[in-house]
């Protein structure tokens, strides 16, 4: 059932089977969705350099908390503020928010392991705080954290015609390219990064430890995701592939998110490859443009029938410093913020433009910091 | 807004305020609601004799985990075997999965506080299991689990229509009656049970005692529902009051349950009376013309602008002995039935007719048991 006839709004493009992008957006064009975010935290964050979702190492431990209390109640309860990276850059979730408001989609949070837990009403999967990846067994619970997942996709697919599953997971690059160099999806390094200096060698090394401290060889686990997880990934990976496949076997679902995301498209892809055909990756157009990562060329590597569709929002010509500083590879992605624009456009039928996004975070930014 | 001209199928009938509820159900009628079920466990229910909600004292314990397991996934994963009271009477949930069944109405289990914990994805609370209320401190997190039900009640009332509210915590009738006279809105021991011979001595004798514990007498708590139900009630009430209060703010809130849920309803009453007016109790005929309690006198007690609407399944002519008990004063409410019953009617504009529930209640049953 190929829709030769619809047309792309300007505010998004495809990357990959444009055909199959085209055929999955017809089909919820103007339909109702559901937003999830799978809010996570592993040790491997704290460890220095990792990651930048955070003012510091220890706060990047706060953040996945933090980003969930923004959503649901607009403020934050477990810290002063909101995250931020080095230099006052705001958490992508301030275009989450804006989208998800926009757009009247109704929201819900998912616990996949958090030690820092959020003070909203959350969807618990049974998980527990994710450990440094270099130990080699990083994660617990990981059935358990699939099955109800698979659950909580299946009961989402039959209240709404879409779903949208996102995450924030500080440090979850690191543990995307662990899982995926444990698959052999991967053969190289080219996840991204919430900071325009991707610590690339860093990354590198820890993964390299990590397999080394799992007693595996890259590709020794192609055929087991569930078991990458367990040795080097995190808790949000789990439940989110849980969702995806739970929700997908009966409507389409946007992944919302970037690299982090990968890894569980490439282990759903594997234990559920009947899903494959009815979801397609949501994200930015930083993401895409990133010279410092290569989303295409990742998934390329994983299927040829997952297409990504982008949401062009541009900051160039914000006023505020703070968001203007995506457009120079701060942040780019994270708490579904590409599959929410998207996921908020397609409800619309194309109405919600790029530009009325922009609007939204402004009026939330101004709210947030006081400038009002 | 008074509807005058809105006429109630044969399936439904009302006790108080007609008109109320008239108003409420032609606002919501044919339009989409959600049903949530609040587990929890109060170790009241291992006191012997307190609660017939499990083939044993200790299993009482099992029974709100395995209900939410049957809703969900139709099996049970905690226990062997469905919910039953001794005898074999099979749980109320049965008649609720043919309500949410028949009409598609989207379902979601919160976790208010259990010691056995489902094996689904649940809404988690922040709460924990119960004490026994002979201890006078019988409830820990209570206002967290307010505030997290009350964000939850808005989260859904952005997404429905319309919220049914309901329970499945045994030994809640105990409890119920120990908050309804801290509150003093109860002077005399009205509550139900879910066996026929009420062990309503029994009750009275424990309240009596959880109130000494914590030093309080009847009434001495009027303008206090949470710290009432921090000295001697459970932990599904709190998450509730938060639910309804949030939820009914916006849309038309059914709580769906018998004398359990009137504690309940009086502390939302206390805390929030602008949302008087904008709920209804949902019950079943069952627990309406119990002998040994009175729904309609506690409910005159709380407040007289909150009408019952209650469902006239009947199961006099079933071939099952474990249904036909329900007639005989078993089990007569619980896990949401009544309410999930008189959600499809309102969903369906009437078309579910009672007559429908219970074929779709023998066939969940056959299923369950075996007997196909």
């Known amino acids: ?13 495809v990357y990959g089977d444009e055909e199959q992008a085209k055929e999955i957006l017809s089909r919820i064009w103007g339909k109702r969705g559901v937003f999830t975010c799978t809010v996570a935290n592993t040790r491997t964050s704290t460890i220095p350099g990792v990651s930048d979702a955070g003012d510091t190492p220890e706060l990047t ?23 931020i990276n080095p230099g006052g850059i705001p958490t992508p979730a301030t275009l989450t928010m804006a989208a998800l408001r926009l757009s009247s989609i109704p ?6 392991g958090c030690e820092i837990v959020p003070y909203v009403p959350y969807f618990d999967m049974g ?18 954290e699939y099955e109800k997942g698979y659950m909580l996709g299946e009961m989402l697919a039959k209240a709404y015609d879409f779903v949208i599953v996102s995450e924030s997971c500080a ?24 900071s325009p200096k991707n610590p690339k060698e860093l990354k590198s090394r820890l993964v390299a430890e990590a397999l080394e401290a799992a007693g595996i060889k890259p590709g020794d686990l192609a055929d087991d995701p569930l078991k990458a997880i367990e040795c080097v990934g995190d808790p949000m990976m789990p439940a989110n592939i849980g969702i995806i496949a739970g929700a997908a076997k009966s409507v389409p679902v946007i992944v919302g998110g970037g690299t982090q995301m990968a890894a569980v498209m490439a282990g759903v892809a ?21 010279p410092n990562s290569s989303m295409k060329r990742i ?34 992605e994270g708490v579904g913020c590409g599959g929410a624009s998207v996921g908020a456009i397609i409800e619309s039928k194309g109405q919600i433009t790029c530009a009325d996004l922009v609007d939204k975070v402004h009026e939330l930014y101004r709210g947030i910091m006081g400038f009002d």
């Not at 059932?1 to 493009?13: A, R």
């Not at 397609?280 to 930083?286: I, L, N, Y």
Request: glycine share 10%.
């Open 1 to 13: 059932m190929i829709m030769t006839g619809f047309e792309l709004p300007e505010s998004l493009s």
């Open 61 to 83: 431990m706060f953040t996945p908390a933090a980003d969930a209390e923004i959503l649901v109640s607009g403020k934050t309860t477990c810290m002063k503020g909101i995250p």
């Open 107 to 112: 929201y819900y949070i998912v616990n996949g």
């Open 127 to 144: 998980g527990v705080c994710g450990e440094k990846i270099t130990t080699g067994h990083a994660v617990k619970n990981v059935r358990q």
């Open 171 to 194: 440090g979850g690059t690191t543990t995307a390219l662990a899982v995926m160099m444990a698959m052999g999806v991967l053969k190289e390094n080219l996840v991204s990064s919430s």
């Open 270 to 290: 594997k234990m559920h490859p009947e899903v494959v055909g009815n979801f397609f990756q949501g994200t930015t157009r930083w993401l895409m443009n990133d």
């Open 299 to 332: 998934m390329d590597g994983i299927s040829d029938r997952i297409p990504i569709v982008y949401v062009n929002v541009d900051y160039s010509d914000s006023p505020y410093e703070g968001l203007q500083a995506y457009e120079w590879g701060f942040i780019k």
